[in-house]
């Protein structure tokens, strides 16, 4: 027998819970809250600091929980998550060829002459760099995946672990070449964090994200079909090719300009997919808006036990999502008999 | 619906995967596809779905080549059932089965689709399974659940039965014999209201029980076809299957053939 | 409560947003507030400051240096000078990988930050909250130096202090001056920052270790390359440095490195092990005790 909540008390819940957690979340910092007798630093550190991060922690989580929840339904693997179509390694090269080569660009000159654009660069040329890369890396992969035939999943899988590995080359190479500083600075990125957070970073993600959510949402109906094969998605009459063509766009817009800003943020992608199909059941049309919810909600909390286990210090973001993602997957694999019961 | 096969050649590569493929089949008729393993009945039944495009001859459904239909209204005049499925999501039969509804537009009520999705979920005896894990079903209850899915997606759709076609690749290998007569009185009963049904049957009698057309199959080429009194003989099962293992009997009600095996035979004499 | 809000609020609007507007205004004249620029050249209004979030481990020695270690109310990881510095401030972590609220929390009236504090983003939050952010230079030299400390001494107050910090630490670089002119003959010198997967971190031109080694009268035998950056073992072989030299905090795997790795015995300082560990921050901070440093080192590299 199989009983499954409605989905529409699904979101509800997940809804509600997130306005919930976020409006706490946002009493809760080093500072601690002093609505009583605001200062005008409180009143910053919740506009500017707090507020920002927030909803960077939403629409990061949300962004590589529903992508988690594509890339699942896509390869049809329970192990699947956004970093197989290449955005993450390539965000990662893109990010580590700017921090080791940036300065030998002539960026410092430039900044003589140019203090504002020099302003701009020193902002903001980590994550378009990694952006760059990430889409990049994704474009190389589709073309390298693409046949007369149309585009195999399974060259997707293998022509990403070859670039993958490729990425990871010049990346280390370039690592070789790096100093320490940027070696230090180089690993902060690949911890992630959401320290970073402001508005302006906000506002330039949130276009990419929609415009993922747009591509995305309306792929829930294949998504179900593809569940029982290609074959029979085709045989159902759904547009297959466009619609991998479809996944793969809207995960690296998803997550490639995220990944960036934020660096790597593990096993939200591939935990929180799993979690949301143990209470919902397979179908995509509420497995993607809980995914991205629970993303959201999980990312949201991990971010504020960063915030508050060592204060005034932080710890990455990665790392506690690593370090509670880890043991969440060993006990979901333990709570199902066989692999195939997670898919 | 009409079903025209003209001259129709499949190869991947070097290999003749099927040639010279030409039969004509109308609606109100079960076509069965026999042949031994790798005959080329999978192929056919591939092309005729619109899978798989011919390397050479045409292919037309309902007059028009298949090649020049969209893949959605395709889906609105075929539906194939598959030898096995990769799916491993935990559905229910009745989430399942109602896929079908979420791949075509259609213009049924809530209370429509309920309707339908227990009929069609009633009609291949799955109804007290309605609500169990696909996961927890033996092989042959999970076969009935895609049949009754496939069924869905050709009546969810507005298009009148006449002009649609069933495509079954092998419904009957992972039933139990009650379930064979079940399942093809299903299939007759659909071809009965004005369907077209093409079978890929490994059970010669079953074959000659139900079909009203045979299509005898040998390394990709028709070996012989007709009705089953025509095509069931001695001397075709013999050069088509090798040696000769059945021998063929006469339903004198029916006229149609019937098969003995032979050790059988030779256990009576 | 709200009276006191409400003259915070104003004050702030007043006076926070533009400091160069309100040196000009009459206001400030009054008050006669004097306004200095920091290494960015951003105006900061001169206040006696009493709780100062310092980012820079050499910041937080000279300002311990000058006394005035009870205005600190935190650090950054790299205040390793003097060890009481992280046991009794609060740290908030890593200069390049700060986060703005764990500063702020901590309510400091003056943020000081060494110029490659970051990241970018924090240190652009930090200077929004209008609390006054000061940076300052990073340059290895004994000008920086000097430079650095009377500016301290000047924003925490202590003008005769920094003076005479200041003549303290100018009788060192006396004192190296005097003994290079005595002591002629030229060392090469491989800097080992730190052993990371095995190989080596070394110091090339453009950083501390190497204006430090040239201070000493000694010659940095990794030149050509720009930073800190990893060596490969042939190139250990080519460079024949007469003596390593390390910090004390690494010493142990740099000399384990030194002895295992065979490419190091074929070096002068590899069969001699020859290796000088020095304590970090005074060896490479460039701050009070820098000039001491350089002139130990000279001491140990004429006798070595």
């Given at each position: 027998?199989?009983?499954?909540?409605?989905?529409?008390?699904?979101?509800?819940?997940?809804g509600?819970?997130?306005?919930?957690?976020?409006?706490?979340?946002?009493?809760?910092?080093?500072?601690?809250?002093t609505?009583?007798?605001?200062?005008s630093?409180?009143?910053?550190?919740?506009?500017?600091?707090?507020?920002?991060?927030?909803?960077?922690?939403?629409?990061?989580?949300a962004?590589?929980?529903?992508?988690?929840?594509?890339?699942?339904?896509?390869?049809?693997?329970?192990?699947?998550?956004?970093?197989?179509?290449?955005?993450?390694?390539?965000?990662?090269?893109?990010?580590?060829?700017?921090?080791?080569?940036?300065?030998?660009l002539?960026?410092?000159t430039?900044?003589?002459?140019?203090?504002?654009?020099?302003?701009?660069?020193?902002?903001?040329?980590?994550?378009?760099?990694?952006?760059?890369?990430?889409?990049?890396?994704?474009?190389?992969?589709?073309?390298?995946?693409?046949?007369?035939?149309?585009?195999?999943?399974?060259l997707?899988i293998?022509?990403?672990?070859?670039?993958g590995?490729?990425?990871?080359?010049?990346?280390?190479?370039?690592?070789?070449r790096?100093?320490?500083?940027?070696?230090?600075?180089?690993?902060?990125?690949?911890?992630?964090?959401l320290?970073?957070?402001n508005?302006?970073?906000?506002?330039?993600?949130?276009?990419?994200?929609?415009?993922?959510?747009i591509l995305?949402?309306?792929?829930?109906?294949?998504?179900?079909?593809?569940?029982?094969?290609?074959?029979?998605?085709?045989?159902?009459?759904?547009?297959?090719?466009?619609?991998?063509?479809?996944?793969?766009?809207?995960?690296?817009?998803?997550?490639?300009?995220?990944?960036?800003?934020?660096?790597?943020?593990?096993?939200i992608?591939?935990?929180?997919?799993h979690?949301?199909?143990?209470?919902?059941?397979?179908?995509?049309?509420?497995?993607?808006?809980?995914?991205?919810?629970?993303?959201?909600?999980?990312?949201?909390?991990?971010?504020?036990?960063?915030?508050?286990?060592?204060?005034?210090a932080?710890?990455?973001?990665?790392?506690i999502?690593?370090?509670?993602?880890?043991?969440?997957f060993?006990?979901?694999?333990?709570?199902?008999q066989?692999?195939?019961?997670?898919? | 619906?009409?079903?025209?096969?003209?001259?129709?050649?499949?190869?991947?590569?070097?290999?003749?995967?099927?040639g010279?493929?030409?039969?004509?089949?109308?609606?109100?008729?079960?076509?069965?596809?026999l042949?031994?393993?790798?005959?080329?009945?999978?192929?056919?039944?591939?092309?005729?779905?619109?899978?798989?495009?011919?390397?050479?001859?045409?292919?037309?459904l309902?007059?028009?080549?298949?090649?020049t239909?969209?893949?959605?209204?395709?889906?609105?005049?075929?539906?194939?059932?598959?030898?096995?499925?990769?799916?491993?999501?935990?559905?229910?039969?009745?989430?399942?089965?109602s896929?079908?509804?979420?791949?075509l537009?259609?213009?049924?009520t809530?209370?429509?689709?309920?309707?339908?999705?227990?009929?069609?979920?009633?009609?291949?005896g799955?109804?007290?399974?309605?609500?169990r894990?696909?996961?927890?079903?033996?092989?042959?209850?999970?076969?009935?659940?895609?049949?009754?899915?496939?069924?869905?997606?050709?009546?969810?759709?507005?298009?009148?039965?006449?002009?649609?076609?069933?495509?079954l690749?092998?419904?009957?290998?992972?039933?139990?014999?009650a379930?064979h007569?079940?399942?093809?009185?299903l299939?007759?009963?659909?071809?009965?209201?004005?369907?077209m049904?093409?079978?890929?049957?490994?059970?010669?009698?079953?074959?000659?029980?139900?079909?009203?057309?045979?299509?005898?199959?040998?390394?990709?080429?028709?070996?012989?076809?007709?009705?089953?009194?025509h095509?069931?003989?001695?001397?075709?099962?013999?050069?088509v299957?090798?040696?000769?293992?059945?021998?063929?009997?006469?339903h004198?009600?029916?006229?149609?053939?019937?098969?003995?095996?032979?050790?059988?035979?030779?256990?009576?004499? | 409560?709200?009276?006191?809000?409400?003259?915070?609020?104003r004050?702030?609007?007043?006076?926070?947003?533009?400091?160069?507007?309100?040196?000009?205004?009459?206001?400030?004249?009054?008050?006669?507030?004097?306004?200095?620029?920091d290494?960015?050249?951003?105006?900061?209004?001169?206040?006696?400051?009493?709780r100062?979030?310092?980012?820079?481990?050499?910041?937080?020695?000279?300002?311990?240096?000058?006394?005035?270690?009870?205005?600190?109310?935190?650090?950054?990881?790299?205040?390793?000078?003097?060890?009481?510095?992280?046991?009794?401030?609060?740290s908030f972590?890593?200069?390049?990988?700060?986060?703005?609220?764990g500063?702020?929390?901590?309510?400091?009236?003056l943020?000081?930050?060494?110029?490659?504090?970051?990241?970018?983003?924090?240190?652009?939050?930090?200077?929004?909250?209008?609390?006054?952010?000061?940076?300052?230079?990073?340059?290895?030299?004994?000008?920086?130096?000097?430079?650095?400390?009377?500016?301290?001494?000047k924003?925490?107050?202590?003008?005769?202090?920094?003076?005479?910090?200041?003549?303290?630490?100018?009788?060192?670089?006396?004192?190296?001056?005097?003994?290079?002119?005595?002591?002629?003959?030229?060392?090469?010198?491989?800097?080992?920052?730190?052993?990371?997967?095995?190989?080596?971190?070394?110091?090339?031109?453009?950083?501390?270790?190497?204006?430090?080694?040239?201070?000493?009268?000694?010659k940095?035998?990794?030149?050509?390359?720009?930073?800190y950056?990893?060596?490969?073992?042939?190139?250990?072989?080519?460079?024949?440095?007469?003596?390593?030299?390390?910090?004390?905090?690494?010493?142990?795997?740099?000399?384990q490195?030194?002895?295992?790795?065979?490419?190091?015995?074929?070096?002068?300082?590899?069969?001699?092990?020859?290796?000088?560990?020095?304590?970090?921050?005074?060896?490479?901070?460039?701050?009070?005790?820098t000039?001491d440093?350089?002139?130990?080192?000279?001491?140990i590299?004429?006798?070595?």
């Amino acid at each position: 027998m199989i009983s499954r909540p409605s989905p529409f008390m699904v979101i509800l819940t997940l809804g509600i819970l997130l306005v919930i957690s976020a409006l706490f979340v946002c009493t809760l910092g080093a500072t601690g809250f002093t609505l009583g007798k605001t200062g005008s630093l409180s009143l910053f550190v919740i506009e500017q600091i707090r507020l920002p991060r927030i909803s960077l922690a939403i629409i990061t989580g949300a962004a590589l929980g529903i992508s988690g929840a594509v890339m699942q339904g896509l390869f049809r693997n329970p192990l699947a998550d956004p970093g197989l179509i290449g955005v993450s390694s390539g965000a990662a090269l893109g990010t580590t060829v700017y921090i080791v080569l940036g300065s030998s660009l002539g960026l410092d000159t430039l900044s003589r002459h140019y203090p504002f654009l020099h302003n701009v660069m020193l902002r903001w040329m980590v994550p378009l760099s990694g952006m760059i890369g990430g889409f990049c890396t994704t474009g190389l992969l589709y073309s390298f995946a693409r046949r007369q035939e149309g585009l195999s999943t399974t060259l997707i899988i293998l022509t990403g672990i070859a670039i993958g590995s490729f990425t990871a080359a010049i990346t280390g190479i370039l690592t070789f070449r790096a100093d320490d500083t940027a070696l230090r600075d180089i690993t902060f990125w690949s911890l992630g964090s959401l320290a970073g957070a402001n508005w302006s970073g906000f506002v330039i993600l949130l276009p990419f994200f929609l415009t993922a959510l747009i591509l995305i949402f309306p792929l829930r109906d294949i998504l179900n079909a593809f569940l029982l094969g290609e074959k029979d998605a085709i045989l159902l009459g759904h547009p297959v090719e466009r619609f991998k063509k479809m996944a793969i766009l809207g995960v690296a817009l998803a997550t490639g300009p995220v990944v960036s800003f934020v660096g790597v943020i593990g096993f939200i992608g591939v935990v929180v997919p799993h979690l949301v199909r143990l209470v919902t059941g397979p179908d995509h049309r509420i497995v993607l808006p809980a995914s991205a919810l629970t993303g959201a909600l999980l990312l949201l909390w991990a971010d504020t036990a960063a915030r508050l286990i060592a204060p005034p210090a932080e710890i990455p973001v990665g790392i506690i999502t690593a370090a509670l993602g880890a043991p969440a997957f060993l006990w979901l694999l333990t709570r199902t008999q066989t692999g195939s019961a997670l898919s | 619906m009409s079903l025209i096969f003209e001259n129709v050649s499949y190869h991947i590569k070097e290999h003749n995967l099927v040639g010279e493929i030409s039969f004509t089949a109308h609606a109100g008729q079960i076509i069965a596809l026999l042949g031994p393993n790798g005959a080329g009945k999978s192929t056919i039944l591939d092309l005729a779905g619109g899978l798989k495009t011919p390397t050479s001859g045409k292919i037309l459904l309902n007059n028009s080549d298949i090649g020049t239909i969209s893949a959605y209204k395709l889906a609105t005049m075929r539906a194939l059932l598959a030898q096995e499925s990769p799916l491993t999501a935990p559905f229910s039969v009745t989430e399942l089965v109602s896929l079908a509804f979420q791949s075509l537009d259609h213009t049924l009520t809530m209370s429509q689709k309920k309707h339908l999705l227990e009929e069609v979920i009633n009609s291949v005896g799955l109804a007290e399974k309605s609500t169990r894990n696909m996961q927890t079903l033996s092989g042959g209850e999970r076969q009935r659940a895609h049949l009754a899915r496939i069924l869905l997606q050709l009546a969810a759709n507005n298009r009148p039965t006449e002009s649609q076609l069933l495509l079954l690749d092998e419904p009957l290998s992972a039933q139990d014999p009650a379930q064979h007569l079940m399942i093809l009185s299903l299939i007759r009963h659909y071809v009965r209201k004005g369907g077209m049904a093409v079978i890929i049957l490994h059970d010669l009698n079953w074959a000659s029980a139900f079909a009203d057309h045979i299509i005898l199959l040998h390394q990709g080429h028709i070996y012989a076809q007709g009705p089953p009194g025509h095509v069931l003989t001695n001397a075709t099962l013999g050069s088509v299957f090798g040696l000769p293992s059945f021998l063929v009997k006469q339903h004198k009600p029916t006229n149609r053939p019937y098969l003995i095996p032979h050790d059988m035979l030779s256990g009576l004499s | 409560m709200f009276r006191g809000f409400a003259l915070n609020r104003r004050h702030f609007l007043k006076l926070a947003p533009i400091p160069v507007l309100a040196a000009l205004s009459p206001l400030a004249h009054a008050e006669n507030a004097q306004i200095i620029k920091d290494c960015r050249g951003r105006p900061v209004t001169l206040r006696p400051w009493q709780r100062i979030a310092v980012i820079g481990g050499t910041l937080t020695e000279t300002l311990y240096a000058l006394g005035a270690s009870e205005r600190i109310i935190g650090v950054d990881s790299t205040a390793t000078w003097p060890k009481s510095a992280l046991k009794e401030k609060p740290s908030f972590g890593y200069m390049r990988a700060l986060a703005p609220e764990g500063i702020l929390s901590l309510n400091p009236d003056l943020i000081l930050a060494i110029d490659d504090a970051g990241p970018i983003a924090t240190m652009d939050q930090l200077i929004a909250s209008r609390i006054p952010v000061f940076f300052i230079e990073k340059t290895p030299s004994p000008e920086a130096v000097d430079r650095r400390t009377r500016l301290l001494a000047k924003l925490v107050q202590k003008t005769n202090e920094g003076e005479q910090l200041c003549r303290e630490i100018d009788t060192s670089w006396n004192r190296l001056s005097q003994w290079r002119g005595a002591h002629t003959g030229t060392k090469k010198i491989l800097f080992i920052l730190h052993v990371a997967n095995g190989r080596p971190v070394v110091a090339g031109r453009h950083t501390a270790a190497e204006q430090i080694i040239h201070l000493a009268g000694g010659k940095l035998v990794t030149e050509e390359i720009e930073g800190y950056k990893t060596l490969n073992s042939e190139a250990i072989t080519t460079l024949q440095p007469d003596i390593i030299l390390t910090m004390t905090e690494n010493e142990q795997p740099t000399r384990q490195l030194i002895a295992h790795d065979p490419a190091f015995r074929l070096t002068p300082a590899g069969q001699k092990n020859l290796v000088i560990a020095m304590e970090g921050e005074r060896l490479l901070g460039f701050g009070p005790r820098t000039a001491d440093a350089a002139l130990e080192l000279a001491q140990i590299l004429s006798r070595a």
